[in-house]
Each structure stands twice: as C-alpha cells, then as structure tokens.
C-alpha cells in the first residue's frame, strides 16, 4: 500500500535525524571534523531522508531480492547527483572513493552500493513497519501539527543558508540570525554525542558566492551545460516527447491519441525532465563510448519511469501507463524493453541529438534567448502548476469531493472530466 504525503515527510525527517547522527558518529571513529553532507544546518542530513522516501516508495510492491536491487539503484543514483551537485555549486568533493575498486569519479563504488541496497533492504523490511506503527499512535491533529512545523523550520533553514552562504543581499542580517540560531541547535547536540565537532557552519559552508545563470563572457548564449540550456533543453524535450509519443500510438494502436501531460498544449514532461536530467547527469560522459551510455540510460531511464508512476498514483491517484501485459515488466510500471528503449534513447541524445540542439541554442541571440528562456519558464511554471490543479481536482471529482471554493469551481467548469479524459486518454483511477 502506498503511504500518504504526511507519513513520508515524517519518515524523511526522521530519517534525515539519523542521517545526521550517523554522521557525527563516523566523523568521531575516525578523529576527523564533522562536515555536513547536507545543504543546511539544523541536524538533518537530508540526503538519507530524500533516499528513504524514494526507496519507499519504489519498493512498496516488491519482496525479497527486489528490494535490495532497488534500493541498491536509487540510493547510487542519490549518492552520484548528490556528488556532482556539490561539485558543481561547491567546486570541491565531500567524499572520495577513488582509491575503492569499481568506482565511479570517486562518487559511487560497488562496494558502498552493496552497503545501500543492504541498509535500504533492512529500513524497508524491518524500520519503516516499526516507523509507520509509531506514526499511527500519534494523535492526527498533533502529528500534523508536527510535520507542519518541521516543514516550515526546514524551508527557513534552506533559505537562511543559501542567502548566507551564497552571499546574497536580501536582508541578510534577519536569515543570518536564524542560520546562526540553527546552527546552535545542532552544536548543542552534537557536543551531546561528541566533543570533538567544530563549527559546522564554518567547517562545512565557508562563505562563497552563488553562480547564478549569467551569460557568459565569451558571447555565446547558453554555452557549456548551465541554466539556460538546460531549461530549453527541458522544454525541448517536453515537446519532442509528446510528438514521438502521439505518432508512436497511431503506429501501434491506429489511432490519434493525445500523449500530453499538461493541460495547455502539447508538452510531455516525463520527456522532458528525462532530457533535461540525463543532460545533467551524463554530460561529462557525453564523449564516453555508446555502451556506456547505454548502460547508464537503461539504468536511470528504468528508475525514473517506475518512479514517476509511483508519485503520479500517489499524488493524483491515476495510472497513466501499465505495462502489465508486457513481458519482463516490474509491476506494470516499467518492462525490459523500454528500459532498453531508454538505453538506446541516451546514445541517440548525446552522439546524434543533443550535438545539434546545443548548436541551434547557441545561435541564439544573447537578448533574445534570454528574454525567450524566462517566458518559457514562466509559460511552463504556470502551465505545470495549473495542470496539478486540474489532475488533483479530477481525482477529488472520482471520489465526490465537491467543491469548496471559487477555483475548484473554476477547475470543474474549464477542466470537467470530459475535457480530462481527452486530455489524458490513458489515466485510469486506482484500484483501492
């Protein structure tokens, strides 16, 4: 059975707490300064609370070998972006298995892998039903309230660190005392579990600046892999999905069959996201050999489809694929040949297809791609936001929800079930 939203966000920070414990304890076996793995200085250590609620979710179908075969995929895949987003904004490495065997860029080893899949196999099978039972035996209102409040610190805690670590100029002085506030709670533990932790904020975020999307000085709009490219590149994606897709079920059914995942025009940001997060993730591979690329795509490209049908069942409660009649599918949501199909499709994308979209985006003019860059981002915020409204409001009308206020009625007279189903021909309401 699927969790709710409330009891995911407290297994991750619940999670995310013994992250951090974990942590402090390492750091005094082996006599170095604590470092926070995380981005943020209350004592959570979000990366373990991020790979507990994916893994959860991935694995609340499978038993046995399964579980630790997943949870072995997705906390490699944490740890990996985890690395290379640290590297990329921090320009330095918090941690380094480089001189472990099988390792990737020193981010990722079979070793430490094996490690994962065994503490994820453990957490799924025997932490998480205790976990659950605990949740269960606090009263509604006062868990809420406490998750309420959890989510909150956390949300000043991102936004206290990043103006004071990045060095931005927005009433610094106010984010600083709560960073500072934070920070105090957590040394004030961690002189609990060992007197042997400096400061961690001086340890682990020394002050630098931010490099925000900016244009870069050579005059080449978009050049390299930053913001800009990335997003058009997403948006690109999004687009080219849809039309594959659409003339993939003509092809193979006969038939016309909108394939969007947005309520305003033809955009498919399954597609897109994949785009735009295999950019992220493979371009410094990109000149690597094509079964190496196919590896990783088969790989990345199986988890994120079986993830992205997970949240969308428990977000909108719909099925918007089922590969149940395929042969070597994993519970309907993902099957052996399109995670090939994902392989092949990565090969495509960085020897063939993303070659040319970057040129095509770097001949853009720097005033026009930038102005073009915000609208799109701007259209397809609104676009997704107005989507997810619609799809929870269609779910709520499944299950005679009626409406409370001027917008749902707005949802139900613009977006009625007709106009859905037409929308998302292949969604199809959960089995309870």
Not at 40 to 57: E, K
Not at 62 to 67: A, E, K
Not at 126 to 147: G, S
Not at 274 to 282: E, I, Q, R, Y
């Amino acid at each position: 059975m699927i969790k709710t939203l409330f009891e995911l966000c407290f297994l991750f920070f619940l999670y995310s707490f013994t992250g951090w414990i974990l942590e402090v304890i390492q750091a005094a076996f082996n006599q170095k300064h604590f470092v926070n793995r995380g981005f943020i200085n209350s004592p959570l250590c979000i990366s373990y609370g991020i790979g507990a609620v994916i893994i959860t979710i991935n694995t609340h179908e499978m038993t046995g070998l399964w579980i630790f075969l997943v949870a072995m995929i997705d906390a490699t895949v944490i740890e990996w972006f985890g690395g290379h987003f640290i590297e990329h904004f921090y320009h330095e490495r918090w941690w380094d298995y480089s001189e472990n065997k099988w390792n990737l860029d020193g981010y990722i080893c079979v070793s430490h892998s094996i490690f994962w899949g065994i503490l994820g196999y453990l957490g799924v099978r025997f932490a998480n039903p205790f976990i659950f039972t605990i949740y269960k035996m606090i009263p509604a209102l006062i868990r809420h309230i406490i998750i309420f409040t959890l989510l909150t610190i956390l949300i000043i805690d991102i936004l206290a660190t990043a103006i004071v670590v990045f060095g931005k100029n927005i009433d610094k002085r106010r984010w600083e005392s709560a960073d500072a506030y934070l920070t105090k709670i957590s040394m004030k533990l961690n002189k609990l579990i060992t007197s042997y932790v400096e400061h961690r904020v001086e340890r682990a975020y020394p002050q630098r600046k931010l490099k925000l999307p900016t244009i870069p000085k050579t005059g080449v709009f978009a050049q390299g892999c930053g913001f800009y490219k990335v997003f058009l590149l997403f948006f690109i994606g999004s687009l080219l999905g849809d039309i594959i897709e659409t003339i993939f079920c003509r092809l193979k059914m006969g038939v016309w069959m909108s394939r969007s995942s947005l309520v305003w025009g033809p955009f498919s940001i399954v597609w897109g996201f994949a785009f735009a997060g295999v950019t992220l993730l493979l371009y410094r591979y990109k000149d690597c050999s094509e079964s190496f690329l196919f590896l990783m795509g088969t790989f990345l490209g199986g988890a994120y489809e079986y993830l992205c049908s997970v949240l969308s069942e428990i977000v909108f409660g719909k099925v918007f694929w089922d590969y149940s009649k395929m042969p070597f599918n994993l519970n309907g949501r993902i099957n052996l040949l399109y995670c090939f199909f994902w392989g092949i499709a990565t090969v495509a994308w960085f020897k063939k297809i993303y070659p040319l979209l970057s040129g095509l985006i770097e001949k853009l003019p720097i005033a026009f791609g930038t102005v073009f860059t915000w609208f799109v981002v701007v259209f397809m915020t609104l676009n997704m936001l107005m989507s997810l409204s619609a799809l929870i409001r269609y779910d709520q009308r499944d299950k005679q929800v009626p409406a409370s206020n001027g917008f749902e009625r707005f949802l139900d007279t613009h977006y009625n079930d007709q106009k859905m189903k037409k929308i998302y021909p292949k969604a199809k309401k959960v089995h309870s």
